[in-house]
């Protein structure tokens, strides 16, 4: 079964650049979830899609953006970076449903490092 | 104090032990629960949700307490494969809306499981 495609898989950028992280969902899934994953930390929220609308927001910094596009891939942009940016980045996805019945899953996550 | 808590272990057992995860949460009105599994520097993946009538696949078992609020996962037989981080995961959304499901982790339970 398809799963949750992200790219790149590796990524190194110097202090003060930018980057871009992509997210494509399972096929037929309209929402995705951004989270950020530390050097032993466990995952944090940082925001979502549904439907091509942000529907929630956590702890995502100002210098970070995130869109969903008519195909339902999602980007994560990410400025001015700073070494505590380097993390794994993971993106979720799932079929939007109410009453807190979504089940979502994971990509392989995007490794950043920032020097 | 943290949303989720669980201990960090880590959890060393013989294979064939029978082992058992709890968890804590902070949000009454949380929804769903899961649990999912983290293989080194990999992504979560779902292990099984977390029903009110406790449920079982196969060699695991979870149970969910709303009044205490405690999530625990039991794994009968264990395998050699099954030595991962074990992550007591709830969706803290409480108004059941689309795309607003952000899953907050505790921070995992390490398992080794010696030959």
């Known amino acids: 079964a398809a799963g949750v495609i992200q790219s790149p898989r590796h990524l190194i950028k110097e202090k003060r650049e930018t980057a871009t992280l992509k997210c494509y969902p399972i096929p037929r899934h309209d929402t995705v979830y951004w989270y950020q994953q530390g050097p032993g930390q466990d995952p944090q929220f940082l925001i979502s899609f549904y439907e091509k609308m942000q529907s929630d927001k956590g702890s995502i910094p100002d210098r970070f953006s995130a869109q969903q596009f008519s195909d339902y891939h999602s980007e994560l942009n990410m400025s001015s970076l700073e070494l505590g940016d380097s993390a794994l980045y993971f993106c979720?996805?799932?079929?939007?449903?109410?009453?807190?019945?979504?089940?979502?899953?994971f990509g392989p996550g995007t490794r950043l490092l920032v020097l | 104090r943290k949303e989720v808590e669980q201990d960090p272990g880590p959890f060393n057992v013989p294979e064939g032990a029978t082992v058992a995860f709890n968890c804590t949460y902070s949000?009454?009105?949380?929804?769903?629960f899961f649990w999912y599994r983290q293989d080194c520097r990999k992504e979560p993946k779902l292990l099984m949700s977390?029903?009110?009538s406790g449920n079982e696949d196969g060699r695991f078992t979870a149970q969910l307490n709303r009044a205490s609020q405690y999530i625990s996962l039991l794994i009968r037989d264990s395998k050699l494969s099954d030595s991962a981080t074990y992550l007591c995961v709830v969706n803290m959304d409480s108004l059941g809306i689309q795309g607003a499901q952000k899953l907050v982790f505790g921070q995992g339970t390490r398992l080794t499981i010696n030959p």
């Open positions: 979720a996805s799932s079929l939007g449903s109410s009453g807190g019945r979504e089940t979502q899953y």
């Open positions: 977390v029903y009110s």
């Open positions: 949000n009454s009105a949380s929804q769903s």
